[in-house]
């Protein structure tokens, strides 16, 4: 019976363990990271088309913080590109966001003219896939 505990205990830890090493960490716009896309020739919509956002994962926004900011803004914000209500703010010049929950994201610069010309991201974000239990023989 103790062994059988022990194996349950080691099997639930070693799965954690998975679970927690699996979270990617992003840097939003790759080399090119947060600026401005006619700068750097960075369409951040394309940049995300093709990554496979879960929960757990980490975004990366790397800019100059004399000149750009992120703010996480609703969908209706994010389409108008209005952050005079933002979800949240960031303005480090290196923020690190972890995904916490399932659905669309919206990000965006905060300063004037920079979302109108691009510099904002949307991401769906989803559950992350179970990890496979292990076969016993």
Same mark, same amino acid.
């Given at each position: *019976?103790?062994?059988? /505990? ?6 639930? *830890? /070693? ?13 939003? #716009? ?6 401005? !896309? ?21 975004l ?17 914000? @994010? ?8 979800i949240a703010? @960031?303005?480090? #010049?290196?923020?690190? /966001? ?24 949307? /991401?769906?974000?989803? !559950? ?5 239990? !292990?076969?016993?023989?």
């Amino acid at each position: *019976m103790a062994l059988a /505990i022990r194996e349950t205990l080691a099997f639930l *830890m /070693i799965t954690m363990l998975f679970q927690v090493s699996s979270a990617t960490v992003y840097k939003v #716009g790759g080399s090119a990271g947060w600026t401005l !896309p006619i700068l750097r020739n960075v369409d951040y919509s394309k940049w995300a088309s093709n990554k496979p956002f879960h929960v757990g994962d980490v975004l990366v926004f790397s800019y100059n913080k004399l000149f750009h900011n992120v703010e996480q803004v609703n969908q209706k914000n @994010y389409q108008a590109c209005n952050v005079t209500s933002p979800i949240a703010s @960031y303005n480090t #010049g290196n923020d690190s /966001i972890t995904l916490k929950q399932v659905g669309h994201k919206y990000f965006v610069c905060g300063v004037p003219g920079h979302c109108q010309v691009g510099q904002k991201l949307e /991401i769906n974000v989803t !559950p992350l896939a179970p990890v496979a239990a !292990p076969t016993t023989i």
